[in-house]
């Protein structure tokens, strides 16, 4: 057991005798300074405490073990500090560790919680012998708390100095931070209040208890309260604990500060999306049964950015129901539900891997499912399906039934179901289709995000790739205008080749995708898978590509008129655009140049 001193003849009397029932101000320990004052510490000691100074002193000189087990404090007590904000199961931490024989030191509203739970507790003014000052900026950064924190139990110059001083040590740092993060993303806050709502004093002693672990235990988060009573009962002196416990602690005031720090980037730097640096917090959601393949270990982490709160998608879903979801599915159903958000009109989208292969919109839902997995039924067994409205008793029972239209016969298998939502009826209805079928519902995914991407040694940062149709303008450029719904055509595939990996064709017609190519090296062969699933439905439909054609006669331009495609949209810009015109202009094409290209890896 380390040293403890008191700091008073009061102090040492109260310590022994417990704390008598008071009133407490406000909970509040941020910054304090030492104060100027009269009381001699040192002076105040007692007997009592000198001599169990001095038996702590020779137990360092002749090398025997300051384990908490293994020495006695100036009155015999072990001391915990407390100074928390989320209370959450205080009293049954403060009346476990009273009931191991700590005597608990405490600021504001913590002690009186403490209190009202029938715990005896010790003011931190009592200890330092200044008050709370400043509204509850100044408290605790005092040489009578932090010392008792910082000092070295193995070393005889830390404990002199404490002897010299009166301080007693802390064997326990209990603390939690101002809810910051909470009060700036609960709706609109003065900058006043955000400033007012962050913590100084909070992390200066969480950082102290946990460089000091070895010897002070620090817990940061309630549910480590039953293991740090556990590890205290036992009387244990495990490190690998300890050090545990320290590092949750550096890496709770590390996200902490990312939330401010990001918050405040916002506030005085509008409109300049990219800082100079900045920090993502991530925590851990769930770990994976692998990554992208059996040979990779995975985990799936949730990022706490100010940025993303309500900002919904996949990282937010609830799943109702199935397998535990793998690397790939969360790859997979982020693929869906950002393309299926993109759409106000009711949608169904199917994704496998990550490419949409099927879409389709329409007033009924059920129609919008069927023409989705008809566009490519072979793709879509065993793939994902998205839907932006609720699913009801009666799509549940579509998708659970429906059979393939490659053979009329087998039920359609799928990995994920996502959806905003599901009736009561719904869910059970769905549930009967598969043990192992995820399904999720998942808020509409936010726009206006930063996307980040890694490579070797750093990582890549873009704007989310907002834009919708309504967004641009489809400049004519062929003697051709597009005709009645041809326009409608080009803007819906155009929306759909956003979503599909590069090189990008679609091809759609009346709100629904007939056939798409992808991730080919050039952009001619995805024309023709496009063109293969398509069919004969082709004809008359519109194209949509991510990119330019840098060529035009006896290639894709030329391909896609011959074989009766009534508009293309593409960005244009390309130094061949004229030979793209005269090539349309020749089969009675309408081409539109979006002048906005989507590529994506």
């Not at 990219?274 to 925590?283: K, Q």
């Not at 004519?476 to 929306?495: I, N, T, V």
């Not at 007939?514 to 063109?531: D, K, T, V």
């Amino acid at each position: 057991m380390p040293l403890y001193l008191v700091s008073s003849p009061a102090a040492a009397a109260k310590l022994a005798a417990g704390p008598r029932a008071r009133a407490s101000p406000r909970r509040g320990r941020q910054t304090f300074f030492p104060a100027r004052h009269c009381h001699s510490r040192r002076a105040s000691l007692s007997s009592s405490a000198e001599r169990a100074a001095g038996r702590a002193m020779a137990a360092v000189e002749a090398g025997a073990s300051t384990a908490p087990e293994a020495s006695l404090s100036a009155t015999g007590v072990k001391q915990a500090l407390i100074s928390l904000s989320d209370k959450t199961d205080l009293a049954n931490l403060g009346n476990g560790l009273q009931r191991l024989g700590f005597s608990i030191i405490s600021t504001g509203g913590t002690a009186s919680s403490l209190e009202a739970a029938g715990v005896n507790v010790t003011k931190v003014e009592e200890i330092t012998h200044f008050p709370e000052m400043l509204d509850g900026r100044v408290k605790t950064l005092h040489p009578s708390i932090h010392g008792g924190i910082l000092a070295r139990r193995d070393q005889k110059h830390h404990l002199e100095a404490l002897n010299k001083h009166g301080i007693g040590t802390f064997d326990v740092v209990v603390v939690n931070l101002y809810p910051f993060y909470d009060k700036v993303t609960s709706g609109a806050i003065t900058f006043e209040d955000g400033i007012e709502n962050i913590d100084i004093g909070g992390p200066t002693l969480i950082r102290a208890a946990a460089k000091n672990h070895k010897d002070v235990l620090v817990v940061v988060d309630h549910k480590d309260y039953p293991a740090l009573l556990e590890y205290l009962d036992g009387k244990q002196d495990d490190q690998d604990f300890r050090r545990m416990l320290a590092w949750k602690a550096f890496q709770h005031v590390a996200s902490y500060d990312s939330a401010v720090s990001e918050w405040l980037w916002k506030q005085s730097n509008k409109g300049d999306t990219f800082p100079p640096s900045f920090t993502v917090p991530l925590s851990l959601k769930s770990t994976l049964r692998y990554g992208e393949n059996p040979h990779q270990k995975a985990a799936f982490y949730g990022d706490k950015s100010l940025s993303l709160v309500n900002a919904g998608g996949i990282a937010t879903a609830i799943q109702h129901h199935g397998k535990e979801m793998s690397y790939n599915n969360y790859l997979d159903a982020d693929a869906a539900w950002n393309c299926v958000s993109e759409f106000e009109s009711p949608t169904c989208v199917v994704v496998k891997h990550t490419n949409p292969c099927g879409v389709a919109s329409r007033q009924d839902i059920l129609e919008a499912y069927r023409l989705a997995v008809k566009a490519d039924p072979v793709s879509a067994f065993g793939g994902i399906v998205a839907f932006n409205t609720t699913i009801d008793e009666d799509l549940a029972r579509e998708i659970r039934e429906f059979r393939s239209p490659t053979d009329g016969e087998a039920r359609m298998f799928y990995e994920i179901v996502v959806a905003r939502g599901y009736t009561e009826k719904g869910l059970e209805v769905l549930k009967g289709k598969s043990k192992t079928l995820r399904i999720l519902e998942a808020q509409q995914s936010g726009k206006g995000m930063l996307s980040l991407r890694q490579v070797n040694g750093g990582w890549l940062a873009q704007e989310s790739d907002d834009l919708t149709p309504e967004d641009i303008t489809f400049t004519k450029m062929s003697e051709r205008a597009p005709e009645g719904s041809e326009l409608s055509d080009a803007r819906f595939a155009w929306l759909c080749v956003k979503h599909v990996k590069s090189n990008a064709i679609v091809i759609a017609k009346n709100n629904c995708m007939l056939g798409m190519g992808s991730g080919q090296p050039n952009r001619l062969e995805s024309l023709r898978i496009a063109f293969l699933k398509a069919g004969e439905e082709a004809k008359g439909a519109a194209l949509a590509s991510d990119a330019f054609f840098p060529f035009a006669w006896n290639d894709a331009v030329e391909e896609a008129c011959r074989s009766g495609i009534a508009v293309i949209a593409e960005p244009g810009g390309s130094i061949r655009d004229q030979d793209a015109v005269d090539c349309c202009d020749k089969y009675g094409v309408s081409l539109l140049f979006t002048g906005v290209r989507h590529f994506r890896h």
